[in-house]
């Protein structure tokens, strides 16, 4: 082959690779002009949504009240991370919080004292956030359930939602990871009482799902059959947020 042969040759493979780049952009864009007019569902595309819809199908179908999240040592207990105040009041006044129940057949408001009456758990779990990093937590309160079989709805329900005092920040949560063994109305963290950057005076604590449904500062719990708004879902996530 001679030199003029081997030029005419790159020359047909430059251009066909150039047609073939040009026409691989022009489906991306196309694809992508496509996505981004679709109807928005709950602030996301619906092609995204769908996707997530899937992810929450597979995380259901692998839920067990008996699957928990791994427990760690003491010694395995990572410094506390400081992140998101959305719903948090800086000096709160502890003695003026009450836990608003809604929906259950008695509504109630409580104080952190008559909380604090309910038997004490304790664990050592991950806190996984969703923007990829985690730390190992020490957490001390109540398990959610026990607060629901104390203050029951009247009849069974499907849903749980959470609201800071305000409704700054919010969270909604299937009754089944709601009863979870592992959820945690969590009033002292790492030995010591919560700070206003954690949730103070009370915020849940829930290692089988994301960081984002770990809301600090509970102001009111409420029971609903209709699937709750939540802040992040209403910003595209992904509603269930379990791992």
């Given at each position: 082959m001679t030199d003029e042969d081997v030029d005419a040759a790159v020359r047909r493979l430059s251009r066909r690779g150039f047609a073939t780049m040009a026409v691989a952009a022009a489906a991306g864009f196309a694809g992508y002009r496509w996505l981004r007019t679709r109807p928005r569902v709950g602030g996301l595309e619906l092609p995204f949504r769908r996707a997530l819809w899937m992810n929450e199908s597979i995380a259901r179908a692998f839920y067990s009240p008996d699957r928990l999240s791994p427990l760690f040592r003491p010694s395995d207990v990572t410094k506390a991370r400081v992140?998101?105040?959305?719903?948090?009041?800086?000096?709160?006044?502890?003695?003026?919080?009450?836990?608003?129940?809604?929906g259950a057949a008695l509504p109630a408001s409580l104080t952190l004292e008559e909380i604090r009456q309910l038997p004490v758990h304790e664990m050592i779990t991950e806190l996984r956030c969703i923007e990829g990093w985690s730390t190992i937590v020490k957490w001390k309160g109540v398990r959610l359930r026990e607060l629901i079989a104390r203050y029951p709805p009247p009849s069974p329900v499907r849903y749980v939602s959470m609201e800071t005092p305000g409704r700054g920040y919010y969270v909604g949560?299937?009754?089944?990871?709601?009863?979870?063994?592992?959820?945690?109305?969590?009033?002292?963290?790492?030995?010591?009482?919560?700070?206003?950057?954690?949730?103070?005076?009370?915020?849940?604590?829930?290692?089988?799902?994301?960081?984002?449904?770990?809301?600090?500062r509970i102001g009111t719990i409420r029971y609903t059959d209709v699937r709750p708004p939540d802040f992040w879902a209403d910003r595209g996530y992904d509603w269930y947020a379990g791992h």
């Open positions: 992140n998101g105040h959305l719903g948090l009041v800086e000096n709160v006044d502890a003695n003026a919080w009450r836990l608003a129940i809604e949560l299937d009754i089944e990871s709601a009863l979870h063994p592992q959820s945690l109305l969590v009033y002292e963290m790492n030995d010591r009482p919560l700070d206003w950057h954690h949730g103070a005076p009370l915020r849940l604590a829930m290692p089988i799902k994301y960081g984002i449904k770990s809301i600090k």
